[in-house]
Nanobody
Framework: VQLQASGGGSVQPGGSLRLSCAVS????????LGWYRQIPGYERKLIAV???????NYADTVKGRFTVSRDNAKTTVRLQMNRLRPEDTAVYYC?????????????WGEGTQVTVSS
């Protein structure tokens, strides 16, 4: 499975950005699609994930401001980020997870930088 994220950039506090991620490869094994983020010096953290039946879960820090979505063909996952705050500044990573023959597999794409600053 390969993941390619796009859409990062710089925005002022209160603004919006939308991240997109193209998913390719053995998509049949994917159950979860979502996004992690990482601030320098800290662990990468899951912020939003959507299951194969469309159920979405969010970290408390982004709940009510971010929306994760996916298409049924599992080719794209998006993250709409509204009311951005300086503390949302991080590198954002697209994520896919699923059950393969060898066990549960996690995949991440290359990160995309999001900077929220006035």
């Amino acid at each position: 499975v390969q993941l390619q994220a796009s859409g990062g950039g710089s925005v002022q506090p209160g603004g919006s950005l939308r991240l997109s991620c193209a998913v390719s490869g053995r998509k049949g094994t994917i159950d979860l699609l979502g996004w992690y983020r990482q601030i320098p010096g800290y662990e990468r953290k899951l912020i939003a994930v959507v299951t194969s039946d469309g159920a979405a879960n969010y970290a408390d820090t982004v709940k009510g401001r971010f929306t994760v979505s996916r298409d049924n063909a599992k080719t794209t996952v998006r993250l709409q980020m509204n009311r951005l705050r300086p503390e949302d500044t991080a590198v954002y990573y697209c994520y896919a997870g699923g059950q393969a023959a060898t066990g549960w597999m996690n995949y991440w794409g290359e990160g995309t930088q999001v900077t929220v600053s006035s």
